[in-house]
């Protein structure tokens, strides 16, 4: 969230109004000492290896109270672990000096301890308004292509976040009132994919820290940090949650509700990791009959059977599904799907010129030695050497410099379109190609593919290189094709 902030050096200055009342109901039965939540982190490091010895580490750090006792913590340990600890801050530029402020705060705390800092700075509302997305999921998109850049400059594979317990309590209510089921309500998990690069990882050492022991840990070591006004603001769903829901709920309560929360999260992740090997089990044996299996089992495979078609699951669907039998349901503007008496999923596939085709396209031109377009949610990165990686994998993608145009066209299916694949001897139907390579029918019309204009497709999402564009031996020009699909998640990380 963003908003004004203030310096802060503790001993700590609460804002006016119930913050402080909060945290101070929060506070666990027994608050260790610093070194006790030293050993805590050290602890925890080593039950999930979560940050390995000799490891290149990129802490995110705002500048706020939760992301500058993870500095603190982490910088205690750095030369035990032997990490090397980079430095990033993305400034949102959204509230004129302050953010320049917030800036200056974390490069300077970072020139302290010596270690590197990396910051970039951003037109978040420009971004916004141009990909019709509210300013703060704007904000998270960059800051985490941000994040993830520095991570690869970096050659790490771990940025860390600073979330911790009351973070996670206030996500499993948000999404309890959004009406999320099953893996949706497990939380932040301590490692998970960055969403703009899938090879690097989001590391949450905290998520096991009350608030109030990062507040604790800031006030007995004088670390500084700087607040944000917003988070007052009960404009925010979140922050109406933690100043208004959780309140109520923790007068109704002797234990603390963070605490609570977690351990039922826990709960139900466990449930739900047996629900998913389950429905594997059954998917492999097919016995005993869908019928006579247990209502939760049911739900999971529909579930599975949604997402594998690549269709977004929902209760009201589900439920559909599972008590009306071979009877079609309208689940997009041109798919319709049903459940059989055996279990399976059929997603009805219209003719091929039954339905409207996506005639949007974006031009891409390739005369410099790196090329960069957006198109949609599918942003694409090129960059041409004279030299090929030492090992060719799918993603990024490689092709042979000299064989391309300098001007192609960004686009979607067409009717009628071909495409000469790797290892087939001649170009065939691109529908094939897709039935082939079983791509559900509901993505097809989704999926991106390169073409010279008017003339043959030179790369197709899911399916690869166009066989007379990939590298041989004699290839001396190489041109490296990375492509990411925007995340679009309404929680901020």
């Known amino acids: 969230m963003v908003g004004n902030r203030k310096q802060i050096d503790f001993k700590m200055v609460?804002?006016?109004?119930t913050n402080h009342l909060i945290y101070s109901q929060w506070i666990p039965a027994r608050l260790g000492t610093v070194s006790e939540l030293i050993n805590k982190l050290r602890t925890l490091c080593a039950i999930d290896n979560l940050l390995p010895p000799?490891?290149?580490l990129v802490l995110a750090v705002s500048g706020g109270l939760d992301s500058m006792v993870l500095l603190h913590l982490v910088q205690r340990l750095r030369e035990e672990y032997s990490w090397r600890v980079v430095v990033a801050h993305y400034n949102h530029q959204l509230r004129g000096s302050e953010s320049d402020l917030d800036a200056e705060f974390v490069k300077a705390a970072a020139l302290t301890m010596g270690l590197p800092f990396f910051t970039e700075a951003g037109d978040v509302r420009s971004f916004a308004k141009a990909n019709s997305l509210s300013v703060e999921m704007a904000a998270r998109e960059l800051r985490h292509q941000f994040l993830a850049k520095t991570a690869k400059n970096q050659q790490s594979d771990r940025i860390v976040l600073a979330h911790h317990a009351n973070d996670q309590a206030e996500l499993f209510w948000i999404r309890m009132l959004r009406g999320t089921w099953g893996a949706g309500l497990s939380g932040m998990r301590s490692c998970?994919?960055?969403?703009?690069?899938?090879?690097?990882?989001?590391?949450?050492?905290?998520?096991h820290f009350s608030r109030q022991e990062l507040v604790l840990f800031a006030q007995e070591t004088n670390v500084s940090c700087r607040e944000d006004s917003s988070n007052q603001d009960l404009s925010y769903q979140r922050n109406r949650i933690r100043h208004c829901v959780l309140p109520i709920l923790q007068e109704a309560s002797k234990r603390p509700v963070p605490e609570i929360t977690l351990g039922f999260m826990q709960l139900l992740a466990e449930q739900q990791s047996f629900l998913e090997h389950q429905a594997e089990v059954w998917q492999t044996e097919r016995h005993p009959d869908f019928v006579t299996l247990h209502p939760a089992l049911q739900r999971q495979l529909m579930h599975d059977a949604l997402i594998q078609h690549g269709l977004k699951p929902s209760t009201d669907l589900i439920q559909h599904l599972l008590h009306h039998p071979d009877v079609a349901i309208r689940v997009t503007a041109d798919i319709f799907v049903h459940r059989t008496a055996d279990g399976d999923l059929v997603c009805r596939e219209p003719s091929e010129n039954a339905l409207p085709?996506?005639?949007s396209t974006q031009t891409l031109a390739l005369e410099s030695q790196t090329a960069q377009a957006i198109f949609g949610d599918f942003q694409l990165t090129i960059r041409r050497s004279s030299s090929g990686p030492d090992k060719f994998t799918d993603h990024p993608a490689w092709f042979d410099a000299r064989t391309l145009p300098n001007d192609l066209l960004l686009r979607h299916w067409q009717p009628g379109d071909k495409f000469h694949k790797i290892g087939m001897e001649k170009p065939t139907k691109l529908q094939d190609v897709f039935?082939?390579?079983?791509?559900?029918?509901?993505?097809?019309?989704?999926?991106?593919?390169?073409?010279?204009?008017?003339?043959?497709?030179v790369w197709v999402e899911s399916v690869g290189v166009g066989s007379p564009y990939k590298v041989t031996?004699?290839?001396i020009e190489f041109l490296e094709w990375e492509w990411r699909k925007v995340v679009r998640?309404?929680?901020?990380e």
């Open 54 to 56: 000799g490891s290149t």
């Open 473 to 475: 031996l004699n290839t």
């Open 192 to 207: 998970s994919p960055s969403p703009a690069d899938k090879t690097i990882h989001l590391i949450r050492p905290l998520l």
């Open 357 to 359: 085709y996506d005639q």
């Open 14 to 17: 609460w804002p006016s109004g």
């Open 435 to 457: 039935v082939n390579a079983k791509i559900p029918f509901a993505t097809r019309r989704k999926l991106v593919l390169v073409a010279q204009r008017d003339g043959p497709i």
């Open 489 to 492: 998640n309404p929680e901020p």
